[in-house]
């Protein structure tokens, strides 16, 4: 039991079956989801205690719903049923007695919603939102479980700051607008960035249709269409290639950085990989001893960032030469791109590497496919090897390794003799 919420549960020790047996599950991937489901659920259980919520009345309301769903019912508290169509109320009186219910207590409450609904704050929706969404974080790592996690407790710290700590059940238009006021005069006072203020907005806005549509709350939808306009979608800048071989790639250009730093620098030069495709590359994705050297991009405990980012890319120039000192991958950066991108770049800042505010490590991606439009591969391969999707319907397997070899080979940079 955690030390924070055991003077609301004293059980001391939490025992509950996954309900799989080992013989069905050998490989324990059903238990697995079935521990991480349970723990989801009752961690959000601790959390509502911790609420000021009484341990009673929050047992006594999940058993209500739970109780509901095993007749088919959304559950409904008895306001929402007395505010609604006459004919649902109806027929949930006509299932009791269809299943000669009605002198039990517990389906009553359960059918005729007797147990009122516990109280929902803005402080507790990241929570909730999480536990709904539990499915979906199965296959991120940490790290991306970290960052998908961020900027949502971010917005809701703001939104509390600005019209304090409300029950989401009684979030009014007027409370929207005054976050979307606070944002506007940030924005005109401070110079931030429309977009992050829109994020904030959005944030919010889907989190609370999402614990809506799940518990059937029928809140207003107080946030929509509140968006700032006049947000500039940002783009990186890319690096020439002349920039690149002469000034990044150029003898000790790049000292100063560690050796897994610098060569994921060279790989990323010559392979157009996102930082974190890069940066979690292991022994089983790189394949060294195949007759044509390549990389390919896999989920591995991680979830990609489109359905078109798994790809193989042929290991050419300065990629492979970096790979071949790193057969097993980069441990020191493997799902910490972000150190990665942040340590790169300061260094690129401090050695005058980046010629303009808009240049950063991952202008090399950009700077990737420039080249291969510059030979004029073609938009297949291009798509292909960056992971993007194509426009058209998929058939076959797609260009092969050694197709894609022959492009890159075309565009291939230079390694430094001291890599």
Same mark, same amino acid.
């Given at each position: ?102 002198? #039990? ?244 800042? #401090? ?69």
């Amino acid at each position: 039991m955690p030390k924070e919420f055991s003077s609301f549960d004293r059980r001391g020790l939490v025992r509950i079956s996954t309900g799989v047996a080992v013989a069905d599950d050998p490989r324990g991937v059903r238990a697995r989801d079935a521990v991480r489901s349970l723990g989801a659920e009752l961690e959000t259980y601790w959390r509502k205690l911790g609420d000021g919520q009484s341990a009673e009345a929050v047992l006594r309301f999940e058993a209500a719903r739970k109780r509901a769903r095993s007749f088919g019912l959304a559950y409904r508290t008895n306001e929402e049923l007395a505010a609604g169509p006459l004919d649902e109320l109806i027929a949930r009186m006509k299932l009791l007695l269809d299943r000669n219910a009605v002198d #039990n207590a517990t389906d009553v409450s359960a059918v005729m919603g007797g147990e009122q609904r516990p109280a929902l704050r803005l402080s507790g929706l990241l929570k909730e939102f999480e536990a709904i969404e539990q499915q979906n974080l199965l296959a991120m790592s940490p790290n991306q479980i970290k960052k998908w996690r961020n900027p949502k407790k971010r917005a809701i710290a703001n939104c509390i700051g600005v019209i304090g700590d409300k029950e989401i059940a009684r979030l009014t238009r007027d409370d929207a607008v005054a976050f979307r006021e606070w944002w506007q005069k940030r924005i005109v006072g401070g110079g931030l960035d429309i977009a992050t203020a829109n994020k904030d907005i959005g944030h919010i806005s889907k989190m609370l249709r999402v614990v809506d549509l799940t518990h059937q709350l029928k809140l207003e939808p107080v946030f929509h269409q509140l968006r700032l306009s006049g947000a500039v979608a940002g783009q990186r800048a890319a690096f020439t290639a002349e920039f690149v071989q002469g000034q990044i790639l150029a003898e000790g250009a790049l000292n100063g950085l560690n050796d897994e730093a610098r060569h994921l620098v060279y790989l990323i030069a010559d392979t157009g990989l996102r930082l974190s495709e890069a940066a979690n590359l292991t022994t089983e994705t790189i394949r060294l001893d195949h007759e044509i050297p390549h990389i390919q991009v896999r989920p591995n405990g991680r979830r990609l960032k489109t359905d078109h980012s798994a790809r193989d890319i042929p290991l050419v120039g300065c990629a492979l030469e970096a790979m071949k000192l790193h057969p097993e991958g980069f441990p020191r950066y493997r799902d910490k791109a972000a150190s990665l991108s942040a340590l790169v770049n300061k260094m690129l800042t #401090n050695k005058k590497l980046l010629p303009t505010s808009e240049h950063s490590l991952y202008s090399l991606r950009h700077t990737f496919e420039d080249r291969l439009t510059a030979v004029e591969a073609p938009e297949k391969v291009v798509a292909t090897l960056m992971g993007h999707k194509w426009m058209r319907p998929k058939y076959g397997a797609g260009p092969s390794l050694a197709q894609k070899r022959e492009w890159l080979q075309k565009i291939a940079f230079t390694p430094p003799a001291l890599i």
